[in-house]
């Protein structure tokens, strides 16, 4: 039914977010699905009234969590709180959450288009359509695929990824070259549930990804095709200061059934294994990658175990250091002398149940390694300046 003069009133109070004067227009048994001359009902009209100056929607089907974003006005807040309990009054009313405009265009896909997150989290509770699609191709989730909060891509992407219509690959490939390191991976990981050879090559650009997280999410998506670059950018990320990829490197790897080819890669397997008594056995050629994984830092673990590793990585460092430092080249010699490191975990000395008292553990620094490579260096007439 077409909105008659009457009801332009109605139309107005919903769109101000006016809920004392949509209750009055609105009583029970009155239609809560009347439209405009446009084909636009009351709902689309609660979502798409309201402030104009942010934009954040949290996806609550993926288990998102609402958060106002800082610097909303009160004014703002209120506004889009009366707004959503007008969708919610006119849910209760009747009124249909998938309501289509003659182009397709749902209360959702309104509300995603804003960024109205109070509005849309009303609609998904009450069953809105996530992946409706308009006349334009345009489903909500494409819609928060560009929004302007991180968290919002990324839950996109990942929702994307689970519902694998294949007419959001594309959209996703363009996310591939979203500024955000947490987008990119999540990209990734839900190209990879397509198994469309249209990812091939974005992804495999991915592996030159200057972030070591996406890095590996491009490599695990690209092993279905056992694509040689996937294993080689795999093999690199053997021996990534990050321990927990190195571990899942590790483990892609052996899922491919791949072997080292040479001492360098059985190097760098035995790093990814933490199997030191090798690479301190490897000699020269270990200095490289153990360099690598130690990085240029004070190292906090929240773990024992994993501080315990990183400190038998430092000790086999010292030891091809004081075996074969006469073959390690002069660049990889300084980057040593300059190694400034600690491995330190927090340990918990006292817990009453409400607070926890911690202790630093330390268990090594880069103080020994530093010497003998400076050692090295004056035996060599280059000392350090």
């Known amino acids: 039914m077409n909105a008659n003069r009457g009801s332009q009133d109605l139309?107005?109070?919903?769109?101000?977010?006016?809920?004392?004067?949509?209750?009055?227009?609105?009583?029970?048994?009155?239609?809560?699905?009347?439209?405009?001359?446009?084909?636009?009902?009351?709902?689309?009209?609660?979502?798409?009234?309201?402030?104009?100056?942010?934009?954040?929607?949290?996806?609550?089907?993926?288990?998102?969590?609402?958060?106002?974003?800082?610097?909303?006005?009160?004014q703002d807040r209120q506004?889009?709180?009366?707004?959503?309990?007008?969708?919610?009054?006119?849910?209760?009313?009747?009124?249909?959450?998938?309501?289509?405009d003659p182009d397709g265009e749902t209360p959702l896909i309104s509300a995603c288009s804003l960024g109205h997150e109070e509005v849309v989290r009303v609609l998904l509770e009450h069953g809105a359509n996530v992946n409706h699609h308009d006349r334009y191709g345009r489903t909500p989730l494409l819609l928060l695929l560009t929004d302007s909060e991180e968290r919002v891509r990324a839950a996109a992407a990942k929702a994307l990824g689970k519902l694998q219509d294949k007419s959001s690959i594309e959209p996703l490939l363009a996310a591939l070259r979203d500024p955000s390191i947490y987008v990119r991976n999540l990209t990734c990981s839900a190209l990879a549930l397509f198994r469309d050879s249209r990812c091939v090559e974005p992804l495999a650009a991915c592996l030159q990804d200057p972030e070591p997280h996406v890095q590996l999410a491009a490599?695990?998506?690209?092993?279905?095709?056992?694509?040689?670059?996937?294993?080689?950018?795999?093999?690199?990320?053997?021996?990534?200061?990050?321990?927990?990829?190195?571990?899942?490197?590790?483990?892609?790897?052996?899922?491919?059934?791949?072997?080292?080819?040479?001492?360098?890669?059985?190097?760098?397997?035995?790093?990814?294994?933490?199997?030191?008594?090798?690479?301190?056995?490897?000699?020269?050629?270990?200095?490289?990658?153990?360099?690598?994984?130690?990085?240029?830092?004070?190292?906090?673990?929240?773990?024992?175990?994993?501080?315990?590793?990183?400190?038998?990585a430092l000790k086999a460092l010292e030891h091809v250091l004081s075996t074969a430092a006469a073959n390690i080249d002069e660049e990889t010699l300084r980057e040593l002398a300059a190694l400034d490191i600690e491995i330190y975990y927090p340990r918990p000395v006292f817990s009453d149940g409400?607070?926890?008292?911690?202790?630093?553990v330390t268990l090594g620094n880069g103080e020994r390694v530093q010497e003998l490579a400076a050692a090295e260096l004056n035996r060599r007439g280059m000392p350090i300046s």
Not at 241 to 248: M, Q
Not at 283 to 309: D, K
Not at 354 to 360: D, M, N
């Open 79 to 100: 506004s889009l709180e009366s707004l959503a309990e007008i969708a919610r009054l006119l849910l209760a009313r009747g009124a249909r959450a998938d309501a289509a």
């Open 354 to 360: 409400s607070y926890t008292r911690y202790e630093t």
């Open 219 to 312: 490599a695990l998506a690209l092993t279905p095709w056992r694509d040689p670059r996937a294993t080689a950018a795999l093999v690199q990320l053997l021996v990534t200061e990050r321990y927990s990829l190195r571990l899942r490197a590790g483990g892609a790897l052996r899922d491919l059934g791949w072997t080292p080819s040479d001492e360098s890669e059985r190097v760098a397997w035995s790093v990814a294994s933490c199997d030191w008594e090798p690479v301190a056995a490897a000699g020269a050629i270990a200095a490289r990658p153990l360099l690598q994984i130690l990085g240029e830092a004070y190292c906090e673990f929240e773990e024992e175990s994993e501080a315990a590793e990183a400190a038998s």
């Open 11 to 74: 139309f107005k109070a919903v769109y101000a977010g006016d809920l004392p004067l949509v209750r009055t227009l609105l009583p029970e048994g009155s239609d809560a699905n009347v439209s405009d001359d446009e084909g636009r009902t009351l709902l689309h009209y609660a979502a798409l009234g309201g402030p104009r100056d942010f934009r954040e929607v949290t996806i609550r089907m993926e288990g998102g969590q609402s958060v106002m974003e800082e610097g909303r006005s009160v």
